[in-house]
């Protein structure tokens, strides 16, 4: 049996579907961080509301300098996101950048954005 080169259509979209999901809550979570730096709810009670979330993990008050960090790494992880996504349409998606050779699909699961596998990882 010939060893796969890439992956098929229906796998692809499988990948496509996690990726969005993914793309999705990034995306409301940058404006979420945006909305912080921004102070764009201005000084009133919404920000000591119990319903209040800055982010998932239930953190309530974040400087200002830490959420420009969180946004920024935010917006780069959303850009190899859509990079993936283009990846995807081209059909080079799991392949890795330095063997060839496909990315294992439970790497891919974790980090749908990887361009590596896990040997040409670990030889860097």
Do not use: W
């Amino acid at each position: 049996m010939t060893e796969k080169k890439r992956y098929t259509d229906e796998e692809l979209q499988e990948f496509k579907d996690l990726i969005n999901a993914k793309l999705e809550k990034a995306k409301k979570d940058y404006v979420t961080l945006k909305a912080v730096i921004s102070n764009s709810s201005g000084n009133d009670t919404e920000d000591t509301s119990p319903t209040f979330k800055v982010l998932e993990e239930g953190a309530s008050v974040l400087s200002k300098e830490e959420a420009g960090r969180l946004a920024e790494r935010q917006a780069k992880f959303i850009s190899h996101l859509e990079i993936a996504l283009i990846r995807i349409e081209n059909k080079t998606y799991g392949i890795c950048r330095e063997t060839g050779n496909l990315i294992a699909k439970e790497r891919l699961r974790a980090v749908p954005h990887a361009t590596l596998s896990i040997e040409a990882k670990n030889k860097q």
